[in-house]
């Protein structure tokens, strides 16, 4: 429900695109990447930013605009919160998608539809159908699959160095930062695609929903629903067919309906099924193992 947003590295001060307002000038206080990104996508706002334009470190060092120390790289941040020790923080923090210190100066972002530039890729923010559908179209031409890898924290690096540096698209898991200043919901994914792939994944777009494929914006209610006691005597009394209710779960095993409310065990190949389908106020449970 929101812009694609483009963005473009800047190796110079002098790439600034023109009209693209900075924070630190126009709003009087700078803003976290993914802010940025979310002004760009909610907004519709365009965007320069340098190291003093944004406030979080840890973009500051990913993106190449300072020099990471070794308290960072030895995995001090990332202890407790990310990771049980130094050891495993440090290799939290050596997988995490970086730029050279000093390639890039800043960046700039804008909705795709109104960036006066050329973007070195784009973002698109969604829900779980929307990233199915970027996926299959990706792939709609060439097949395969599209390989992902996954930290769950420090999105932007995911989102922009990640993407630049393999030249692959991805599918990213918003993190605490994107969730906490950028307000980006629980339901929403990132897609993200370098320039060069933009013609695949809209000749893909294109060729499968001409073919069927679509965003079903609607819900299945072409079923008939099962009904319990008393409203079995009810129909009985009315002379209406009465439909009953049934549990038919996975690998054939069937368990019969209650309607006192009683629990009901079922041993099926060391998994314990647990059914309370008429006790309205008792949480209803089904495990199944999958």
Known sequence: DTYPVAIKMLESRSEQPKDTLVPSKDFKHRVAVCQALA???RW????TIFKNDQYCPFAAINFGFSKPPEFYLSGNVALGYYAKNLTVGRKLEEGVYRFNYGKYVGLAVA???KANFEP???AIYGNGMQMMRLVNAYLWSKGGRLENSITARAACTEIIPKTMITDECSVIIPCYGEREWAMTQDDELIFTAPTNKFGDIVEGLEGSFKNGARIISRVNLSWETGMFSPYDE????IELPFTKETLEPYRGLKIPWSRKGEKEKYQYEGLVHITSWAAPFEEKRLIIGL
Request: aromatic share 0%.
């Open 234 to 237: 009810l129909c009985r009394l």
């Open 120 to 122: 070195n890729m784009v």
């Open 39 to 41: 002004l760009a996508r």
């Open 111 to 113: 909705p795709l539809s």
């Open 44 to 47: 519709g706002v365009s965007l």
